[in-house]
C-alpha cells in the first residue's frame, strides 16, 4: 500500500503534481473532459490545504501544446491556472519561486525535452527542484519508465494522488479480492497484445468471455471457419494452449455463438447476421451477435464481479456497434460491480453517455490493462509504502 496525499503534510507546501493533462485536443478546443474531471479531486483537496501547485504533464501527440487545457481545468476547479510555455529555463524558475500557497502554475508538456521519455536523472532533477513534495496523479502514464514517472520520486517525498490510489485499488481488489463469481469479457482486435491479460485474468476469474476480432483467432484455432475476418495466423498456438488451460483449471471460456457479418468494412455492405458455423468465405466478422450477447446472462450474477476490457465488435461503426451496446446493457442490468478497463471500452461507454452507469471507469489504457495483467506499475512503485 502507497502512502497518499493525505498522508503527507501539503498545507503552505510547494507541491509538484504530475496530473493527468493528456486528452484529446482537436484545433486547439479541448474534447472529452474525463480525465480533467478525475484530475480535479487531487488538486481540490490541495488547494484546500493552501498549497501551491506546480502541474506537470505531457500530451501524447507530438509537438501538442498542454495550452488549450489551462483553461478547461481552471473552469473545472473554479480557480485560476497560469500556464508557463516550458517546463524547464527562466520563465518556469521564476514563476516557482514566486508562486505563493493557493496559486496553480501549469507547465508546459514534459515530452516536448526528449530527457523526459529518455527518463534523463538531470532532467528529473531539476522538476523535483520546483517543490517540496510530489504527487504522482497521472494513473494512465504510470507503466512509463519516464522521468516525471520513476525519477522525480527520488528526490521528493513521493505520494499519490486520489486517482492514481482509486484505480490503483479497485483494480487490485477486483482481482484479489473480488466479490463472486468474478467474469471477464475481453474484447478489442489483437489477441497479441491481450495475450498476457487472457492468460492472468483466466487464472483470477470463474468465466471469461471473448469477443472482438481477438474471438477469430480463437475461432480458428478451434477449426471454425471465419472467412476473411481478421486473424493472427502466429497466435493460433497460444490460442490453442488457452483453450487447453481453461479446460485444464475448469474455468468456463465463451466464444461468440453467431456474428455479424459483412463483405466490405469501409463500405459496409451485405450486412447479416449468421451462426457462428454459417459464416462464409467472402465473409468479414465485424461483430458478435445477439446469441452471444445473451450468453453473458449465463454467467453475470448481481452479487459477482465483471472486468470489461475492449469492445466485442467494430464499435466505431455504429452499424456495427449493437454487441458491443449489448454487452454493455447487460452489465449494467446485472447489478454486479463492474470495472471497465480504459481506452477504447472508456471512450464508448463515455460517448454513450453510460459512463456513470458502471462501478468503476478506468482513465488508464496501457495502465490498467498492464495492472489487468498482474503486472506492477513502475510509476506506482516509485511512491512511498505506506507504515502499518
Ligand atoms: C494514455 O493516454 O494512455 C497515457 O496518457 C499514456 O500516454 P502515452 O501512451 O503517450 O505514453
Given at each position: 500500500m502507497k502512502q497518499s496525499v493525505r498522508d503527507i503534510e501539503v498545507s503552505g507546501q510547494k507541491v509538484l503534481v504530475r496530473t493527468m493533462l493528456n486528452v484529446p485536443i482537436k484545433n486547439g478546443v479541448v474534447g472529452d473532459k474525463m480525465r480533467l474531471e478525475a484530475a480535479a479531486a487531487t488538486l481540490k483537496y490541495l488547494l484546500e490545504q493552501n498549497a501551491a501547485l506546480i502541474l506537470i504533464s505531457h500530451h501524447?501527440?507530438?509537438?501538442?501544446?498542454?495550452?488549450?487545457v489551462a483553461p478547461v481545468l481552471a473552469n473545472i476547479l473554479g480557480h485560476p491556472v497560469t500556464f508557463v510555455?516550458?517546463?524547464?529555463?527562466e520563465a518556469a524558475s521564476a514563476a516557482v519561486a514566486s508562486l505563493q500557497p493557493g496559486q496553480v502554475v501549469m507547465l508546459e508538456?514534459?515530452?516536448?525535452?526528449?530527457e523526459e521519455e529518455a527518463n534523463d536523472d538531470a532532467f528529473a532533477r531539476t522538476l523535483a527542484s520546483y517543490g517540496q513534495v510530489f504527487v504522482q496523479d497521472d494513473f494512465t502514464t504510470c507503466h512509463r519508465e519516464h522521468a516525471s514517472m520513476v525519477s522525480v520520486p527520488k528526490y521528493l517525498p513521493a505520494v499519490a494522488g486520489f486517482q492514481v490510489q482509486k484505480e490503483v485499488q479497485t483494480i487490485t481488489d477486483a482481482l484479489?479480492?473480488?466479490?463472486?463469481?468474478l467474469i471477464a469479457v475481453a474484447g478489442g482486435a489483437k489477441i497479441s497484445t491481450k495475450i498476457p491479460i487472457v492468460s492472468f485474468l483466466l487464472r483470477k476469474v470463474d468465466a471469461l468471455f471473448i469477443g472482438g476480432a481477438m474471438a477469430n483467432t480463437f475461432l480458428a484455432a478451434q477449426g471454425v471457419p471465419i472467412g476473411k475476418s481478421l486473424v493472427e495466423p502466429d497466435m493460433l498456438e497460444q490460442a490453442k494452449a488457452i483453450l487447453a488451460d481453461a479446460v485444464t483449471q475448469g474455468k468456463s471460456l465463451l466464444l461468440p455463438l453467431d456474428a455479424i457479418v459483412?463483405?466490405?468494412?469501409?463500405?459496409?455492405?451485405?450486412i447479416r447476421t449468421v451462426a457462428i458455423s454459417a459464416v462464409g468465405p467472402d465473409d468479414i466478422i465485424a461483430d458478435i451477435g445477439p446469441l452471444s450477447v445473451a450468453q453473458l446472462d449465463t454467467i453475470l450474477e448481481p452479487e459477482g464481479t465483471v472486468i470489461w476490457n475492449g469492445p466485442v465488435g467494430i464499435a466505431e461503426q455504429t452499424v456495427f456497434a449493437s454487441g458491443t451496446a449489448g454487452v454493455a446493457e447487460k452489465i449494467i442490468g446485472s447489478g454486479a460491480t463492474s470495472i471497465i478497463g480504459g481506452g477504447d471500452t472508456a471512450d464508448y461507454v463515455d460517448n454513450a453517455g453510460?459512463?456513470?452507469?458502471?462501478?468503476f471507469v478506468s482513465t488508464g489504457g496501457g495502465a490498467s490493462l498492464e495492472l489487468m495483467s498482474g503486472h506492477t506499475l513502475p510509476g506506482v512503485e516509485a511512491l512511498l509504502d505506506k507504515q502499518n
Amino acid at each position: 500500500m502507497k502512502q497518499s496525499v493525505r498522508d503527507i503534510e501539503v498545507s503552505g507546501q510547494k507541491v509538484l503534481v504530475r496530473t493527468m493533462l493528456n486528452v484529446p485536443i482537436k484545433n486547439g478546443v479541448v474534447g472529452d473532459k474525463m480525465r480533467l474531471e478525475a484530475a480535479a479531486a487531487t488538486l481540490k483537496y490541495l488547494l484546500e490545504q493552501n498549497a501551491a501547485l506546480i502541474l506537470i504533464s505531457h500530451h501524447s501527440h507530438e509537438g501538442q501544446s498542454l495550452a488549450p487545457v489551462a483553461p478547461v481545468l481552471a473552469n473545472i476547479l473554479g480557480h485560476p491556472v497560469t500556464f508557463v510555455a516550458d517546463c524547464l529555463g527562466e520563465a518556469a524558475s521564476a514563476a516557482v519561486a514566486s508562486l505563493q500557497p493557493g496559486q496553480v502554475v501549469m507547465l508546459e508538456n514534459l515530452r516536448f525535452h526528449p530527457e523526459e521519455e529518455a527518463n534523463d536523472d538531470a532532467f528529473a532533477r531539476t522538476l523535483a527542484s520546483y517543490g517540496q513534495v510530489f504527487v504522482q496523479d497521472d494513473f494512465t502514464t504510470c507503466h512509463r519508465e519516464h522521468a516525471s514517472m520513476v525519477s522525480v520520486p527520488k528526490y521528493l517525498p513521493a505520494v499519490a494522488g486520489f486517482q492514481v490510489q482509486k484505480e490503483v485499488q479497485t483494480i487490485t481488489d477486483a482481482l484479489e479480492n473480488p466479490k463472486r463469481p468474478l467474469i471477464a469479457v475481453a474484447g478489442g482486435a489483437k489477441i497479441s497484445t491481450k495475450i498476457p491479460i487472457v492468460s492472468f485474468l483466466l487464472r483470477k476469474v470463474d468465466a471469461l468471455f471473448i469477443g472482438g476480432a481477438m474471438a477469430n483467432t480463437f475461432l480458428a484455432a478451434q477449426g471454425v471457419p471465419i472467412g476473411k475476418s481478421l486473424v493472427e495466423p502466429d497466435m493460433l498456438e497460444q490460442a490453442k494452449a488457452i483453450l487447453a488451460d481453461a479446460v485444464t483449471q475448469g474455468k468456463s471460456l465463451l466464444l461468440p455463438l453467431d456474428a455479424i457479418v459483412t463483405t466490405n468494412i469501409e463500405a459496409p455492405a451485405d450486412i447479416r447476421t449468421v451462426a457462428i458455423s454459417a459464416v462464409g468465405p467472402d465473409d468479414i466478422i465485424a461483430d458478435i451477435g445477439p446469441l452471444s450477447v445473451a450468453q453473458l446472462d449465463t454467467i453475470l450474477e448481481p452479487e459477482g464481479t465483471v472486468i470489461w476490457n475492449g469492445p466485442v465488435g467494430i464499435a466505431e461503426q455504429t452499424v456495427f456497434a449493437s454487441g458491443t451496446a449489448g454487452v454493455a446493457e447487460k452489465i449494467i442490468g446485472s447489478g454486479a460491480t463492474s470495472i471497465i478497463g480504459g481506452g477504447d471500452t472508456a471512450d464508448y461507454v463515455d460517448n454513450a453517455g453510460l459512463a456513470s452507469k458502471f462501478s468503476f471507469v478506468s482513465t488508464g489504457g496501457g495502465a490498467s490493462l498492464e495492472l489487468m495483467s498482474g503486472h506492477t506499475l513502475p510509476g506506482v512503485e516509485a511512491l512511498l509504502d505506506k507504515q502499518n
